[in-house]
């Protein structure tokens, strides 16, 4: 667990229980630190106490709209969160978009492609980073 590498640390939101522990344990498993949520105002508290790195969102949590908590979580001061939708709605490519999101999984989701899909967006952040920061190699 690398609880001291928030480069590292991902908040799982969603209200299907098995789903958190499905995709914790596959993160977890790549070496990713990895909290779960299954309540969008706890997820709120969560993240301005910690800030993930990254939010695997379900959008269909109960409690909440997902356009309010995405909204809400852009709100939150700081470092931007990368927020990858993980849904079983249909369109959800054209629903991530909608909402903001940074990237989507559809549900039912193949282990590999969930993977692929937090790699991939966690890489354009330290690209971003890098460029920012004005790294060798980062033109």
């Known amino acids: 667990m690398h609880t001291l590498d928030e480069s590292r640390y991902i908040l799982v939101v969603d209200d299907d229980a098995a789903i958190c522990e499905l995709i914790a344990e596959i993160l977890g498993e790549e070496g990713y630190e990895v909290t779960t949520t299954r309540d969008s105002a706890r997820a709120l508290t969560m993240i301005e106490q910690r800030p993930p790195v990254l939010i695997l969102l379900d959008l269909s949590i109960a409690d909440q709209n997902a356009d309010d908590l995405v909204a809400a979580i852009r ?60 790294a060798p190699g980062s033109s």
């Open 75 to 134: 709100r939150i001061p700081g470092r931007t969160i990368l927020i990858i939708v993980v849904s079983a709605q249909t369109n959800v490519g054209q629903r991530a978009r909608k909402v903001g999101a940074d990237g989507f999984v559809p549900k039912p989701f193949d282990v590999p492609i969930l993977v692929d899909t937090v790699q991939a967006v966690l890489s354009i952040r330290r690209r971003e980073s890098l460029a920012r920061c004005g």
